[in-house]
């Protein structure tokens, strides 16, 4: 079974300038989410999708930060302008059901991203 | 709200020494308690988890056993090996079906 998949592996862009993240979930998972991770830190959740419906995007700085996850399934994440403080890695993930009923999520490899 | 305390890293142990991470957490209920593995430039996996009080989850000979008395989910192995090197993060669920993770802790083992 395939996992999760993300693109770009690795960005490196000046400040004010504009970045996009791709996802694929692992097929057939309704949950989406996006964790960005700082350097040192555990992840924080920016943004989790129930099909292509928002969830939770209360830690979203949206003022920069957008998200979209069009016919529920690949999702793509925005940064426009990014900041210094954007460099981070962007961990999508995904979960087929309810964590309170066994279920797991599952995390891409990341996409890192470097903000000069 | 819910939230997880990991023990402040780096753990540095020389190879077959054997190793304990603490994790406490505050949560609603008794929800399921997980430990997660970063190897060096990779995503996260899951290492193990336990979903109900008093379960122990296993995994590659790690284990970690569910205490509901006293709030806790420490991770073990009896022999570490150079290649267990990497950052653990303990997490439980909050608010709706997301996990809340701890900071991390980071392990380097050396032969």
């Known amino acids: 079974e395939a996992g999760v998949a993300q693109s770009p592996r690795y960005k490196i862009i000046e400040k004010r300038q504009s970045v996009a993240f791709w996802c694929n979930p692992i097929s057939g998972h309704a949950t989406l989410y996006w964790y960005q991770q700082i350097l040192g830190q555990g992840p924080k959740l920016l943004i989790q999708?129930?099909?292509?419906?928002?969830?939770?995007d209360s830690q979203l700085p949206k003022d920069r930060f957008s998200a979209e996850r069009l016919k529920g399934v690949d999702s793509t994440l925005k940064i426009q302008p990014a900041k210094l403080e954007d460099s981070a890695v962007y961990l999508c993930?995904?979960?087929?059901?309810?964590?309170?009923?066994?279920?797991?999520?599952?995390f891409g490899e990341g996409s890192w991203l470097t903000v000069v | 709200g819910d939230s997880v305390t990991q023990m402040e890293g780096p753990v540095t142990l020389s190879e077959e020494a054997f190793l304990t991470i603490n994790c406490t957490y505050t949560a609603t209920g008794y929800p399921s308690l997980f430990w997660y593995v970063q190897y060096p430039g990779e995503g996260l996996q899951l290492l193990l988890k336990a979903t109900k009080a008093d379960d122990k989850g296993s995994n590659k000979g790690f284990e970690a056993t569910y205490r509901k008395e006293t709030t806790s989910f420490h991770l073990e192995k009896g022999s570490v090996q150079v290649s267990d090197s990497a950052v653990y993060f303990c997490a439980v669920p909050g608010g709706y079906n997301k996990l809340i993770f701890g900071a991390g802790t980071r392990l380097a083992v050396h032969p």
């Open positions: 999708f129930q099909n292509n419906g928002v969830v939770d």
């Open positions: 993930a995904s979960s087929l059901g309810l964590l309170s009923s066994g279920n797991t999520i599952y």
